[in-house]
């Protein structure tokens, strides 16, 4: 089975820290994803990548920059902690366009910035 | 215009009943459809592929409507286990709608 891993389930931090979450697949995926989900918005996409060293904007990159330095991790790291950026982190992997590129989730990082 | 949009429910039904649920989108040059299940407090999880000839699961069914840019998944004979939030997922970039919330109820 594909395994998603997320580094943290539950993480706290003050404003204007830095946070690093952490997400690692074991499956050799090309893609990986970055979403974040809130209560009536649903998930919602913040950046991609498609392969090493490449990364794409989502719909909400704003206050976000991601690394991917090597396939298999993809990093999301919020530069300067704020509170509306508590939320659901969850990240994804996927095969590329057009090999059946269902997604594969990890379980998440709840983030609460105080 | 959201690039998917899906009608946010709630929808409540009694055990046994069939509903369904439709998510369009705005890119037509889109390829691949899913919808997954997403359980309280929980990852989505991929429920089915939705092909252009339609394709079911069960109980479950999904169909293709490229003219009006729209999947949909109908869901027969409701379980008390179905109740979850259903999301559909549109390629190239994998963007999600927002999630329909569903609740069977005895």
């Known amino acids: 089975d594909v395994k998603v891993t997320q580094s943290s389930r539950y993480l706290v931090k003050r404003t204007g820290e830095k946070v690093f979450l952490e997400c690692v697949q074991d499956?050799?995926?090309?893609?990986m994803f970055w979403y974040r989900q809130d209560p009536g918005l649903g998930l919602r996409l913040i950046y991609f990548?498609?392969?090493?060293?490449?990364?794409e904007k989502g719909d909400i990159p704003e206050g976000y920059s991601v690394s991917r330095e090597k396939k298999e991790r993809f990093s999301l790291i919020l530069e300067s902690a704020s509170t509306n950026q508590t939320s659901m982190y969850l990240c994804?992997?996927?095969?590329?366009?057009?090999?059946?590129?269902?997604?594969?989730f990890g379980s998440g990082t709840q983030l609460s910035v105080l | 215009r959201k690039e998917v949009e899906q009608d946010p429910g709630p929808f409540n039904v009694p055990e046994g009943a069939t509903v369904a649920f439709n998510c369009t989108y705005s890119?037509?040059?889109?390829?691949?459809f899913f919808w997954y299940r997403q359980d309280c407090r929980k990852e989505p999880k991929l429920l089915m592929s939705?092909?252009?000839s339609g394709n079911e699961d069960g109980r479950f069914t999904a169909q293709l409507n490229r003219a009006s840019q729209y999947i949909s998944l109908l869901i027969r004979d409701s379980k008390l286990s179905d109740s979850a939030t259903y999301l559909c997922?549109?390629?190239?970039?994998?963007?999600f709608g927002a999630g329909t919330r569903l609740t069977v109820k005895p």
């Open positions: 997922v549109v390629n190239v970039d994998m963007r």
């Open positions: 939705v092909y252009s």
């Open positions: 499956m050799d995926h090309e893609n």
């Open positions: 994804a992997s996927s095969l590329p366009q057009g090999h059946n590129e269902k997604l594969f």
């Open positions: 890119n037509s040059a889109s390829q691949s």
């Open positions: 990548s498609y392969d090493v060293k490449m990364k």
